[in-house]
């Protein structure tokens, strides 16, 4: 089952913004032949379900009683994150415990193989592991690291520190080797093709590419947020 990305990525927006998702994503997909996964109470628990961009082909992911949420999901449409540590296929298939405690912004690598997520501890750092459960491992060293992007190809992760109280800066960190800055301000995000990073700074949303060439600004609004 392939999800198209927009579409997962509205889906989530809302429920991370406490919004009904039966309400906002009915219209949030035009392709024929992709699904969205969006969240209902509509049989008096609140679970994750999946249909047809047209609404046909309702079907929740779980049988039985399901009230955990599909948090984050691997570019190709067919890995799920669950926000108690949880991963399955996109429909339903082959649900596992990979995380302990609840998962705070995790994010999937393109092929569904791994998980980059917060870990909250004395230093906040950010962890990989498989999604299997297996090879966890430390990626940075914290403190404060939060926000984890994957780049498409899965060699990186981008991520955002907070460096002083009111500020904080974008890294990227390839899973052999140094981190480097790209950039000042949160909230990291690959493009499709892995040429530029979108990030949010105070003076508006801003593009770089991976090696801190090229930044550019692209909005002069505040308290802006994109993704590709």
Known sequence: MKL??????????????????????????????????????????????????DGSRLTPLYRKAWTRLPVAISSDGRMLVFDNG????????????????????????HDGRLIAYERFGRREEIWVVGTDGRRPKRLTPGPHDCNPNWSPDAKAVAFSTCVTADRQ??????????????????????????????????????AVRPDGKGRHRLTTRINEYGSF
């Open 4 to 53: 198209r990305e927009p579409v997962m990525a509205a889906a989530l927006a809302s429920l991370l913004a406490g919004a009904s998702l039966e309400r906002q994503t009915a219209t949030a997909a035009e392709a024929t032949g992709h699904r969205i996964v969006f969240a209902s109470s509509r049989d008096g628990k609140l679970r994750a379900y999946s249909m047809r961009p």
């Open 169 to 206: 800066v974008v890294f990227v960190k390839p899973l052999q080797g140094r981190r480097r800055i790209v950039g000042s301000g949160t909230r990291p995000r690959w493009s499709p093709d892995g040429r530029w990073i979108a990030y949010a700074a105070n003076k508006g949303l801003y």
């Open 86 to 109: 949880y991963v399955s296929r996109a429909n339903g298939t082959g649900l596992r415990r990979v995380l302990k405690g609840d998962v705070v912004r995790p994010s999937v690598s």
